[in-house]
């Protein structure tokens, strides 16, 4: 919930216009200020106040308890001019609320974490739990100066700086991202604020005479799979003993942890239920009959009488982490010391397994051209990428969206096919991909290539796009008001009879028709034919739309008929959009009416 305090008239309404905005999202706190900035600190994970700064400053001050528990705060000044991260940037997203707040308002969203303002992806915000000595690692990316990569596997994360690399000097600072323990930098241990609780030992990172090593912060991947299995009353403490004795003796940190996961008849067990708690991860179950498919190394005949399955943890850990490895076999909690009383049989087992990396794909429709319809989603996407991959020219129109490190993989036109395959490969290395393209991805554009080519083992994200269909029929008035079809006039890839035969189909069908692809200079005939089938079903005056370099400089478009539509206007940067029989010119645009009674 986002708490709003306002002590004006101006901030009330303003208050009152961002709450309008967001129904269900905010609580509005009366009352004298410093009291509703108390209660809002309190009781929601953000707060937005209508108040100045320093007043903001003054009144939070005595509340702050740390980065991680306090909330996120926003100041908006009177006049609704600066949206201003006050606090918690990353931890409590001010950053992304100013964002937000001031694309509500009108404002400008003001954001001083360093990170941000250098477009740097802050090692608190990639949405993976962090230790370590985050500050000095994070100064010295922004120095740019060299920081060792060590990452035990390649993962989907955004693009890092060309700074941060695997081959950075001995003695850099040390950028780990691993679900292990110990290593290089096991003494990167700290409190909340990141700062090592000790000098560490000398090593391949201390100085030449083996002193203190230099700074280093782990990323933990939530990677790891926790599959338990549990008698009826089973203590939440002796499943909690055995899960983190699984993982230290194995050299795994809790902190990867990303589920536990067990039968469904144990879906309720209190113990259960309650480890997830106190680990702060789900409880996932699955149906016995699917554990019981699950080839495991050690079975067992007392599960299967109990639940039905011959193994409940090794079977759940790899259930719940396909295409991964089991790390940890089971265990008993006996094996535990002190977790079991005495004389007592284990009321417990645990197994670890380790999920297989997926990488991403992100299918991402630019829109027409002009930046200001470029969608906040696609903005958002070429963010989180590590690789962009498209046509060269599309590549150079968001350039200056990404971010500093992001490779690119380019090339020219006829290149589809291999577009498409080296997304799909580079996702199946573990990384995230930013495959882009014109208008929509799913509109005669990338994503179907590239559908074709991933399977399963990776994850697909579409992000829509305005297409050249919708974008010219906003500069024609409303040609697509009713049924509507787009068509490719390309025979590149598909026959001209099948092109002609849908042609024919549409005209028949009285449909209004959006040709794509209509002319080019080695490509003349096809729209002269494709208008000529038109031509026979809809009178000469039918209108017709033309709109070339939509959004884009040299933007052109006209409202003409069937008769006198001048087809050597057209080129390939240009959509074709002829009327129904009962489309019509209004004022000069193209309207096609919805039906209604009122329009007859």
């Known amino acids: 919930m986002i708490g709003i305090v306002a002590a004006t008239a101006a901030g009330r309404r303003a208050a009152a216009d961002l709450a309008a905005a967001w129904p269900g999202r905010t609580a509005v706190y009366d009352g004298p200020v410093a009291e509703a900035v108390r209660r809002a600190f309190a009781e929601c994970g953000q707060l937005v106040c209508f108040l100045a700064t320093g007043a903001t400053v003054r009144l939070v001050a005595p509340l702050l308890a740390g980065k991680a528990e306090d909330p996120g705060v926003v100041c ?45 992806p802050g090692l608190d915000a990639l949405g993976l739990p962090v230790e370590g000595d985050v500050a000095a690692v994070t100064r010295a990316v922004l120095d740019g100066s060299p920081v060792r990569l060590d990452a035990d596997r390649t993962r989907p994360l955004p693009a ?45 990172d201390g100085g030449p005479d083996g ?21 009826r009353g089973a203590p939440a403490a002796e499943v909690l003993a055995l899960v983190r004795a699984a993982l230290a003796d194995a050299g795994l940190s809790a902190a990867s942890v990303a589920e536990l996961s067990t039968v469904d008849a144990k879906a309720d067990e209190p113990g259960l239920v309650e480890a997830a708690r106190t680990l702060g991860v789900p409880l996932t179950t699955h149906p016995a009959g699917v554990l019981a498919a699950v080839p495991v190394p050690n079975p067992s005949a007392a599960p299967l009488a109990a639940v039905g399955t011959p193994s409940v943890a090794e079977a759940a850990a790899l259930a719940s982490a396909p295409g991964g490895e089991l790390l940890v076999p089971k265990r008993l909690s006996t094996s535990v010391p002190g977790a079991v009383p005495d004389g007592r049989a284990a009321m417990c087992t645990a197994a670890v397994a380790r ?46 969206l990404l971010r500093p490190g992001t490779r690119t993989e380019e090339s020219g036109l006829g290149a589809e096919e291999e577009r498409a ?55 024609l008035g409303a040609p697509l008001g009713h049924d509507h079809v787009a068509i490719s006039l390309s025979d590149l890839h598909t026959p001209w009879e099948v092109i002609e035969r849908r042609v024919r189909a549409a005209a028949e069908s009285d449909l209004v028709v959006t040709f794509y692809n209509p002319r080019s ?6 729209l002269p034919a494709a208008l000529g089938i038109l031509a026979a ?39 074709v959009t002829v009327g129904n029989t009962a489309t019509r010119r209004v004022a000069g645009r193209m309207v096609t009416p919805r039906g209604y009674r009122w329009q007859q």
């Open 76 to 120: 908006v000044d009177e006049a609704r001019r600066f949206a201003v991260a006050l606090l918690g940037g990353h931890a409590g997203g001010a950053n992304a609320l100013a964002a937000e707040v001031a694309d509500v308002l009108g404002a400008q969203p003001v954001v001083t974490t360093a990170t941000d303002a250098a477009g740097i």
């Open 160 to 204: 890092l700086p060309p700074c941060v690399r695997a081959d950075a000097p001995a003695g850099s600072p040390v950028l780990r991202i691993s679900d292990r323990t110990g290593g290089p930098d096991r003494a990167t241990g700290g409190g909340p604020d990141g700062a090592s609780d000790g000098p560490p030992a000398g090593g391949p």
């Open 211 to 231: 002193g203190a090593a230099a700074p280093a912060a782990v990323l933990r991947p939530a990677s790891l799979v926790v599959g338990v299995g549990a008698s």
């Open 355 to 400: 999920r297989a990396v997926r990488g991403r794909l992100a299918l991402v429709g630019l829109g027409p051209g002009a930046r200001d319809l470029l969608t906040p989603r696609a903005r958002a996407e070429l963010r989180r990428a590590s690789v962009v991959v498209g046509l060269d020219q599309y590549v150079d129109q968001v350039r200056d």
């Open 421 to 475: 395959r080296t997304a799909v490969r580079l996702a199946r290395e573990g990384l995230a991909v930013a495959l882009v393209g014109s208008g929509d991805a799913g509109v005669y554009a990338m994503a179907s290539p590239a559908l074709a080519e991933a399977g399963e083992d990776i994850d697909v994200v579409g992000v829509p796009g305005v297409t050249a269909a919708l974008a010219a029929a906003a500069l």
């Open 521 to 526: 200079r080695g490509r003349d005939r096809q």
């Open 537 to 575: 079903h809809r009178a000469p005056g039918t209108p017709v739309g033309v709109a070339r370099a939509v959004s884009r400089p040299g933007e052109w478009h006209t409202v003409t008929t069937l008769a006198d539509v001048d087809v050597t206007t057209v080129d390939m940067t240009t959509v």
